[in-house]
């Protein structure tokens, strides 16, 4: 039975773990969710990658505790913003995208999602994309929001004020970008919305446009970002975790993080206590999270036998039981080519410095060349130092 102690201690876990900041403050807002009124939460994601990672999981879980409180859930794809490109953190401007590579990007957003929130029965979260209101703002719309606003005011963003040290340009849609994603909070009549803390200037923007718009508060909770060193999930490809990753290599990447990562990881992807871990070597700590993480993405069976392969191939030096294969036909390639055309890297060019790196093996042997020939017979090629290609002629 769910009693008023139960749910005064889920509330408690709700406000606390992984959360940084609240506003206007968390006894308002532990207030607004013990009113017995159905909040409407939200958080926006922009699909500039083409899948979500580890560093989602964080919201997404928070999510679901708000999901599993009987509250309202909007899970908002910006497939409108992700053509502008989110400035927070970055020294420079980002890369424009397409709205084809946009919607390429978000084509799987909802199933890994669905792994931690429920999109059916009696609450389901639902899915949105903030095209359906930005795309139709006439120009005097725009003009009309902007004015809430000073210039001053957008640019004493910490990466705007580095960047006009620097002497490097900042573009209008970059301005622009924290008073659209602002709206969506306006267009949705949100109450809640939930980021994390490097996207805490713009969730402050839509608090106070619907201050301005709805005359009501909107409550924003910042969540505690995932970072391995100074390095947050998502930034470079030796820390990135995609939710899109089978089970032995996603595996295998906890198992790589360094052992000062830890606290940080379990506080914000499992529900563990530290006495449950803090006293395990790093090892067994390590194989520890890994199984907690697994376990909320993948079935039982495969965690295990995640785990098992692991412990085969990293620990007792042996192969996997399952990778992928590419099949030759009959043709030779260079060991470049076969990376790249079995889409084992993301270019030629990662293949070519990895050679160089020499961390390629063919067969437990070093590859010296970028040319040398594959394809003629069976070989299983180790890309890094977790992931295999078995090559069939």
Excluded: C
């Amino acid at each position: 039975m769910y009693t008023l102690v139960t749910m005064a201690q889920d509330l408690q876990n709700v406000l606390e773990r992984g959360v940084e900041t609240v506003f206007p403050s968390k006894l308002a807002f532990e207030k607004a969710l013990g009113s017995g009124k159905k909040l409407t939460i939200y958080n926006g994601i922009d699909p500039t990658a083409s899948s979500l990672h580890l560093g989602h999981l964080v919201v997404l879980k928070k999510l679901r505790q708000f999901q599993d409180l009987d509250h309202k859930i909007i899970l908002l794809f910006g497939d409108f913003t992700a053509m502008i490109g989110d400035p927070s953190g970055k020294l420079q401007a980002r890369k424009a995208q397409t709205r084809a590579q946009v919607l390429a990007n978000v084509k799987d957003y909802k199933n890994q999602a669905a792994k931690i929130l429920n999109f059916s029965g009696k609450n389901p979260a639902e899915i949105r994309f903030n095209s359906a209101w930005l795309s139709k703002l006439s120009f005097e719309e725009i003009i009309q929001l902007a004015s809430h606003f000073t210039t001053q005011q957008l640019l004493e963003r910490d990466m705007f004020q580095k960047r006009v040290r620097a002497q490097k340009p900042i573009y209008l849609p970059e301005l622009i970008y924290p008073l659209l994603q602002g709206y969506d909070s306006v267009a949705m009549k949100v109450d809640v919305e939930v980021g994390g803390s490097d996207q805490m200037f713009n969730m402050l923007v839509g608090r106070e446009l619907v201050k301005k718009y709805l005359g009501k508060e909107k409550f924003v909770l910042t969540t505690k970002l995932l970072t391995v060193g100074e390095v947050k999930m998502g930034k470079t490809e030796s820390v990135f975790t995609p939710l899109s990753l089978p089970p032995s290599e996603m595996f295998g990447k906890i198992m790589a993080l360094p052992d000062d990562a830890m606290p940080s990881f379990f506080e914000l992807l499992t529900d563990l206590e530290p006495g449950n871990f803090e006293n395990l070597l790093p090892l067994e700590a390590k194989k520890l999270l890994a199984k907690e993480i697994l376990k909320q993405l993948f079935a039982q069976s495969q965690v295990g036998a995640a785990q098992r392969e692991f412990e085969s191939v990293f620990q007792k030096r042996g192969t996997p039981t399952t990778m992928t294969v590419f099949k030759a036909n009959d043709k030779t390639y260079s060991v470049v080519e076969v990376l790249a055309k079995s889409e084992s890297v993301s270019s030629r060019s990662q293949a070519k410095r990895l050679v160089e790196q020499g961390a390629i093996e063919i067969d437990g042997k070093v590859v010296k060349s970028s040319q040398e020939k594959v394809g003629n017979r069976e070989i299983v090629i180790k890309i890094g130092k977790r992931k295999f290609l078995k090559i069939l002629p």
